[in-house]
């Protein structure tokens, strides 16, 4: 079916991450992630269809930006015209 060089792989110590992007039946592309636990040898799988894919990953880079501390928040430009947040540093004008 689809082409395994795609494979984009995180690993990430006692586990490894795959994300495959493949394509059904009807030619409909889809995003495929695995959860590969090398203790147990157990994969979780799951899949986003094309169509979910843009809202997946904004969900995604929100939440890791909370991780990161970047937690949502109203951009506020200081002197130099950066963001005063200083996780965030976005340059507004
Ligand atoms: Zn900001």
Known sequence: MAEEDSTI??????????????????????LKITDYNKRSKK???MFVWFDHV???????????????GIADHQCEAG???FCVEPTCGKFLH
């Open 43 to 45: 994969k979780t799988e």
């Open 79 to 81: 002197p130099q015209g």
């Open 9 to 30: 792989e995180v690993d990430a110590g006692a586990r490894r991450y795959y994300f495959d992007v493949r394509e059904s039946k009807r030619g409909d592309k889809f």
């Open 54 to 68: 843009n809202n997946f990953s904004k969900a995604l880079q929100k939440a890791v930006a909370q991780i990161q």
